[in-house]
């Protein structure tokens, strides 16, 4: 009941707030993901195996009505409203539609999120908290929390059926417990925090960015989900 709760007070923000940070829109038929940046829509199709990236200039955006945005960037147009959308296995906060024109004239339908790796300074006290315990450079692949006390972290199961490792805090207290990858919230596993401090976790392979505190300390790292 307790994770439960969790997950529906974490899972997502007023659409007019998240919009202020970064957002993050998906499909599944076909597979496509749209990264939203400051001034750069970043799209990824698969497409007979392969993947095919590009990149769109952000020209606009703007609310649409009481509970939409929409961003134009050259033969991209999105659009994302506060509905809650499902791919057929995850839920999502919000509903998003992505029309391309041009020869390749395209619309895609899909669903979109607030990537928690936003959050992950005020997650630190829940992280901490989940960490005590845990094996030196455990990967945090989600983090949210509802209060310095209290908040949801995932980690790698380990175990032959996969899935996440949940460790709820209550009242500065933590206590595990498995989730299916169906049941975990968006985003989860799409970025991959190293608590610090440490070496650099990218080793030999590339140079894991560095996260810093307020006052510039470096609290992390975040790891490439596809590695080397």
């Known amino acids: 009941m307790i ?3 969790l997950l529906a007070a974490t899972a997502a923000m007023p659409l007019q707030e998240a919009v202020k940070g970064e957002l993050a829109a998906v499909g599944a038929v076909p597979s496509w993901n749209l990264k939203i940046g400051t001034d750069t ?3 990824t199709e698969s497409i007979d195996d392969d993947e095919k990236i590009e990149n769109f200039k952000l020209l606009s955006s703007a609310a649409s009505g009481a509970d939409a945005f929409v961003w134009k960037a050259g033969a991209l147009t999105l659009t994302i409203s506060g509905a809650t959308c499902s791919d057929g296995t995850t839920a ?5 539609e992505l029309k391309i024109t041009g020869r390749k004239a395209r619309t895609l339908k899909g669903c979109a999120y607030r990537p928690w790796g936003q959050e992950v300074l005020t997650a630190l006290p829940v992280i901490d908290v989940c960490l005590k315990g845990q094996e030196s450079g455990t990967a945090v692949l989600y983090a949210a929390a509802m209060a310095p006390d209290a908040g949801l972290v995932l980690f790698n199961s380990n175990t032959e059926d996969g899935g996440f490792k949940a460790c709820t805090v209550t009242a500065g207290k933590a206590s595990m417990t498995d989730m ?3 049941d975990a919230p968006p985003g989860a596993s799409a970025e991959i925090f190293i608590r610090g401090p440490g070496e650099n ?3 030999e392979c590339y140079e894991a960015p560095e996260i810093k505190d307020a006052s510039g300390a470096v609290v992390g790292w975040w790891l490439d989900p596809a590695g080397c």
């Open 41 to 43: 829509l970043t799209l």
């Open 201 to 203: 976790p990218g080793g």
């Open 92 to 96: 999502y906060p919000y509903t998003s």
């Open 3 to 5: 994770l439960s709760l």
């Open 180 to 182: 299916a990858y169906v």
